[in-house]
C-alpha cells in the first residue's frame, strides 16, 4: 500500500522509557504503509506500530479497540489488548490458542505472508538516514543457522519482552497442508 503515514511528533515521548525497539523514526517523518509493515512485521519496531496506528484510526486507543475487535471476530476468547506495541502492559494477555488463530486467519493474505517471511528490504531514505536495508531477526528463515532454518515457512512473526520470554508464531506448508506452530514464554 502507498497510503503514507506522518510520524507523531511526540513519538519519543510516547515510547519513552519502554525499552522498545524501534527504527528510530522522528516526528513528522513520512512514510508508505508498506515500509511501516516492514519495519513492524520484520523488525518489531513500535514506533512503525504507533505511527501506522494513529494513522489507520486517528488514535492509538481506537486502534487498540479494531485490535480487540478483529481477535473477537476470528475467536480469541481470552485475549485483550491494551497497546499496539506488543510489550507488556497490565490488562493486555493472550493464549497460544488465540495467537494460533490470528495467525492462521493473517496467513491468508499474501502481503502479510511476504513481508512476514521476508529476509531483507531496501528501506527509504528518511531524515538523517539513507536509504538502509532491513534485515529480519527471525533465525527460521536463514539458511545461514541451520539450527532454526526452516524452508517452508510460509508467514512467521517473532517477539520477545521480559515478561513473554522469547514467542513465534509460524505458518508452515508442505505437501499441501499447512500447519499453525506458536511457542511462548520460550528462554532466552
Known sequence: DNTVYTVPDNILSILSGTN????????????????????????????????????VAGSVDQFVKMMNEYAAS???DNTNFVNVTGLDDDGQYTTAADVA??????????????ISTSTTYDFPASGDYERRTLYTTNLMLLSGYPSYYYSNLTAAKTGSTSNAGRCVAAVASRDGYSYVAVVMKGPY
Open 20 to 55: 522498545s525497539s524501534t527504527m528510530l523514526f522522528e516526528g513528522g517523518e513520512q512514510f508508505r504503509v508498506v515500509d511501516l509493515l516492514h519495519c513492524i512485521l520484520m523488525r518489531s519496531a513500535a514506533d512503525a506500530s504507533v505511527t501506522l496506528a494513529i494513522g
Open 101 to 114: 488463530r490470528m495467525m492462521a486467519d493473517a496467513s491468508k493474505d499474501d502481503r502479510f505472508c511476504r
Open 74 to 76: 476470528v475467536g480469541c
